[in-house]
């Protein structure tokens, strides 16, 4: 949630009044006054001594936090939380806008043109000539789509190569965020590669490399002298085959994880009631009447 709970009446400022902030008739165009309350934030003498502290770097963390809130209230249905968790993300943006307008790096509006142009590109029959040779089918657009930003890696490496003197090495594998969660970077890292034929066709050696790597993983923790990093390794190759296997039956691992993660989170909780219920505490239940619990509450689940 923003760390900005106060409402927008609290402020009275020179140039900047609870009138002016009034979001009474605004219209979907409308952004100055969260422009006007980031700048006020900032601001050296009288802002927020919080907001002013804040940089580029210190941020990230807000802004995942807030895109997992919105993800959180989607799932949830929760559809009238969702104007108000989309306006924390929304905060985000307009935040490093005005770090990078005092440092004079870009603001609002660069970072409106650059995705209006950048959707404009992608978008040919939308916006251009509509080429016969694409189609107008989803997967046609799809393929177009990934056909341009490909087209676009290749024009940043030349233009890196000719900043540095270098040789233009293009990769399939370009632009993708160190940062981004693992298992879709992982899923984004496998489409990627694909796409230039480095895929298996049928399931079969997808489920054996899986198998492959549970083998792999059971070699390291049996050895005498277990290391520790080699495990780690192992179960990381391991995880990649499987989200490799959720890609080819496409589904979205992290979504899957999540799901499983709810699943199990209700069942113990079940389990934790039953337990309540026969007057002993978790602890004081062996491991089998607890799995039995877990049965009983799997059994009362909706098929």
């Known amino acids: 949630m923003t760390s900005h709970t106060?409402?927008?009446?609290?402020?009275?400022?020179?140039?900047?009044?609870?009138?002016?902030?009034?979001?009474?008739?605004?219209?979907?165009?409308?952004?100055?006054?969260?422009?006007?309350?980031?700048?006020?934030?900032?601001?050296?003498q009288t802002g927020c001594p919080w907001d002013?502290?804040?940089?580029f770097q210190t941020i990230v963390p807000f802004t995942l936090e807030e895109a997992y809130e919105v993800a959180d209230t989607i799932e949830r249905l929760a559809w009238?939380?969702?104007?108000?968790?989309?306006?924390?993300?929304?905060?985000?943006?307009?935040?490093?806008c005005q770090l990078g307008k005092e440092q004079g790096l870009f603001d609002f509006a660069t970072v409106i043109e650059k995705i209006?142009?950048?959707?404009?590109?992608r978008h040919p029959h939308v916006f251009g000539e509509q080429n016969p040779q694409i189609g107008d089918s989803a997967q046609a657009m799809k393929a177009n789509w990934e056909a341009i930003k490909?087209?676009?890696?290749?024009?940043?490496?030349?233009?890196?190569?000719?900043?540095?003197?270098?040789d233009a090495v293009v990769s399939a594998l370009d632009n993708i965020p160190r940062t981004q969660p693992a298992l879709s970077r992982s899923i984004k890292i496998q489409q990627r590669v694909a796409r230039v034929g480095f895929d298996w066709a049928e399931l079969e050696p997808v489920v054996a490399k899986i198998h492959e790597e549970i083998d792999e993983v059971l070699h390291e923790v049996n050895q005498t002298e277990q290391d520790q990093a080699k495990v780690q390794s192992e179960m990381g190759d391991l995880l990649f085959a499987v989200v490799n296997l959720a890609r080819h039956l496409k589904v979205d691992p992290?979504?899957?994880?999540?799901?499983?993660?709810?699943?199990?989170?209700?069942r113990f909780r079940g389990v934790e009631?039953?337990?309540?219920?026969?007057?002993?505490?978790?602890?004081?239940?062996?491991l089998m009447e607890l799995d039995a619990y877990?049965?009983?509450?799997?059994?009362?689940?909706?098929?």
Do not use: C
């Open 52 to 55: 002013k502290a804040q940089t």
């Open 6 to 44: 106060a409402p927008l009446t609290s402020f009275s400022t020179s140039g900047l009044s609870a009138t002016s902030l009034s979001v009474t008739g605004l219209s979907a165009t409308d952004v100055e006054p969260l422009l006007k309350i980031m700048e006020k934030l900032r601001d050296p």
């Open 254 to 266: 992290e979504q899957a994880l999540r799901q499983a993660n709810l699943k199990f989170e209700r």
């Open 150 to 166: 490909a087209t676009e890696r290749e024009q940043k490496a030349q233009q890196v190569a000719g900043e540095t003197q270098a």
């Open 80 to 96: 009238d939380e969702l104007p108000d968790e989309l306006g924390d993300l929304l905060f985000q943006i307009v935040f490093y």
């Open 294 to 303: 877990w049965d009983q509450v799997k059994a009362t689940e909706t098929r």
């Open 116 to 121: 209006s142009d950048k959707l404009t590109r």
């Open 273 to 286: 009631q039953l337990a309540s219920e026969s007057g002993k505490s978790m602890q004081e239940h062996t």
